[in-house]
């Protein structure tokens, strides 16, 4: 079968002024200092035909090649991440009082996050633009996405971490084979010494040089969605927000797919989640600021601890021009919402989704979430990851001597 040929994207475009630039390592306009994004033909492509396209296409993200980054000629990084279950979630909806709510569940990713989608496709444009060495500046998961690809594709591969990040996230980067830099300091140091690395040295720094790429990737989760629901749009989702690149593409996704006609126009909010020793853009939100004042990150989601978030005023735009809200939770609500979800889906997520779970169930408590608005809540990491929250939170049931009377009489029998 053949497949249409695809030319994507056109070139980079300012976010803040519009100003093209070539298919480049570029990530600053040089007439406004805007981040530059991805920008695509729309125009050509035909809704039924990209539809079509997507279908016939391979069982992960780059089945959505047509509205990716990565042409012909380019060679893909392909390990499988993407096209991931959407899940109904009955029970859980229940528990909430929601009739009709979705998990997108992304924990089941090659290396157990939504970042190998962000990772495929920024490794596939460092690869193609000649970089000899992938790095990136992690929370963690980007970590063991990164260190997992160019594991795959023979790259050397320097991650650098907050030195007190959760140990599976560390042990899995150094089992994949990459030089892990431990540096003392928070994400948010971390993050200012890779921009000076990337300076020095010719490296694919995957969210610092290749960031325009990286994010890209995150729009796949909305088209996955948007597919997997029969090509229409749900009413709300609800998304966690580390730097709100994630946010912002999802909201992009459904509308390019409105835009190119593979999806019927409707109105859809986009509601956020923080936790509350993290939450820059929800207090901004709060406040009804125009900017995101930077934090010193407390939290247990380490995934989410980003102070000082690249994306948090676009996070916050969205939201509020799509009617949605961003909220945070407490720290023991985080547990409570990995509990939620493990117990009534099966489904055991890391910290941050918890997050997400803790701030659906909050949402839906304000009345920001209708019981009969069409929800879909991304859990966009695994819960074996972060296993140390759960740590005194609890116990077995029962501790009993291999012995059949001692245990009857301990469940009371
Ligand atoms: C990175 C990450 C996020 C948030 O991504 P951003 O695009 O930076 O907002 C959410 N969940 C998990 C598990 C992550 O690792
Ligand atoms: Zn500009």
């Not at 916050?316 to 407490?330: D, F, L, P, Y």
Request: contains cysteine.
């Amino acid at each position: 079968m053949t497949r249409p040929a695809i030319s994507s994207p056109a070139a980079l475009q300012c976010r803040i002024c519009g100003q093209q630039y070539p298919v480049e390592p570029l990530t600053i306009c040089e007439e406004c200092f805007g981040p530059l994004e991805p920008s695509y033909d729309l125009q050509s492509l035909d809704g039924e035909v990209f539809r079509k396209h997507v279908e016939e296409g391979p069982a992960s993200l780059w089945r959505y090649e047509a509205l990716l980054p990565g042409g012909p000629g380019i060679e893909r990084v392909d390990m499988g991440a993407g096209f991931t279950p959407l899940r109904r979630a009955d029970r859980l909806a229940d528990a909430l009082g929601l009739e009709r709510l979705w998990i997108k569940d992304d924990s089941v990713n090659p290396s157990n996050s939504f970042k190998d989608r962000v990772v495929s496709v920024a490794t596939t444009m460092a690869r193609a633009f000649g970089f000899q060495a992938i790095s990136c500046a992690s929370t963690g998961n980007l970590a063991n996405a990164t260190a997992a690809h160019a594991a795959r594709i023979g790259m050397p591969c320097y991650v650098f971490i907050p030195e007190d990040l959760e140990r599976a996230k560390v042990l899995a980067t150094l089992a994949y084979g990459a030089k892990v830099v431990a540096v003392k300091g928070n994400y948010d140091d971390v993050n200012r010494l890779c921009s000076e690395v990337a300076e020095a040295l010719p490296w694919a720094f995957i969210n610092v040089n290749m960031r325009p790429y990286y994010a890209e990737g995150s729009k796949s989760l909305g088209f996955e969605v948007a597919e997997q629901l029969g090509w229409r749009l749900p009413d709300h989702v609800v998304v966690p927000i580390a730097s709100g690149a994630l946010l912002t593409k999802i909201h992009r996704a459904f509308s390019e797919l409105i835009a190119i006609g593979a999806v019927e126009e409707k109105p859809y909010r986009v509601s956020g989640a923080q936790p509350e020793g993290c939450r820059p853009v929800a207090q901004a939100f709060k406040d009804g600021a125009e900017t995101v004042q930077p934090v010193k990150p407390d939290t247990i989601a380490r995934s989410l601890a980003i102070g000082n978030p690249a994306d948090g005023m676009f996070a916050m735009q969205v939201s509020r021009q799509t009617g949605g809200a961003i909220e945070w939770c407490t720290e023991p609500e985080i547990v409570e919402g990995v509990r939620l979800l493990a117990s009534t889906e099966g489904v055991f997520t890391e910290t941050a989704g918890g997050v997400t779970v803790a701030n659906l169930k909050r949402l839906v408590l304000q009345g920001v979430i209708a019981p009969r608005e069409e929800t879909v809540a991304f859990i966009t990491g695994n819960g074996y990851k972060t296993v140390a929250a759960l740590e005194g939170a609890t116990e077995p049931t029962y501790n009993v001597a291999p012995d059949l009377d001692e245990f009857l009489a301990a469940i009371g029998l």
